[in-house]
């Protein structure tokens, strides 16, 4: 029997998938997976072309492997589920490994979305900027049911909710 996270980690995983299809397939060669370690110890050729994937000991629960069609280069994506409220202490996670890895893109996912509390610190532009920014990116926050449906209420950062 699977279990909640599970189901959802499939969902997002099938959502990452679709996202990164539309966006970069034209240009790279996407991969989709659900890692069971830490990024440094997964045995994928595209991953071992990241400068210093060595250290890399942490793992995302769905990471995206972009690999050039050009230059063979290789790009990620982060990901990371919930299946309850986002925490202060989950965006800063998140903030330190995109900060580490630098992303193109880095994601926060969650059933339930925001609670209140962090909705309304999201809610400052200073400490939006200081919780989401990585290298003149911005790591980005939704809601997404069980069927793969974003509720838009809930993006973060706000300027970025029309565009999922």
Not at 128 to 141: A, D, F, G, P, T
């Amino acid at each position: 029997m699977t279990s909640i996270k599970d189901n959802y980690t499939q969902t997002t995983k099938k959502w990452l998938e679709g996202f990164l299809f539309n966006k970069y397939s034209k240009e790279y060669k996407i991969e989709v997976i659900i890692p069971l370690s830490d990024i440094s110890k997964i045995n994928n050729p595209s991953i071992k072309k990241i400068n210093n994937y060595s250290l890399l000991d942490f793992h995302p629960d769905v990471l995206g492997i972009l690999t050039s069609k050009i230059n063979e280069g290789v790009n990620i994506i982060l990901l990371n589920r919930s299946t309850s409220s986002i925490s202060i202490k989950e965006i800063g996670e998140m903030n330190i490994y995109s900060q580490i890895i630098n992303p193109i893109a880095s994601f926060i996912v969650s059933l339930k979305g925001l609670p209140n509390e962090v909705n309304s610190l999201l809610l400052s532009d200073d400490i939006c900027n200081s919780l989401l920014h990585y290298h003149n990116k911005e790591i980005v926050i939704l809601k997404i049911d069980e069927k793969g449906k974003i509720d838009n209420k809930s993006t973060f950062p706000r300027k970025l909710k029309d565009m999922f």
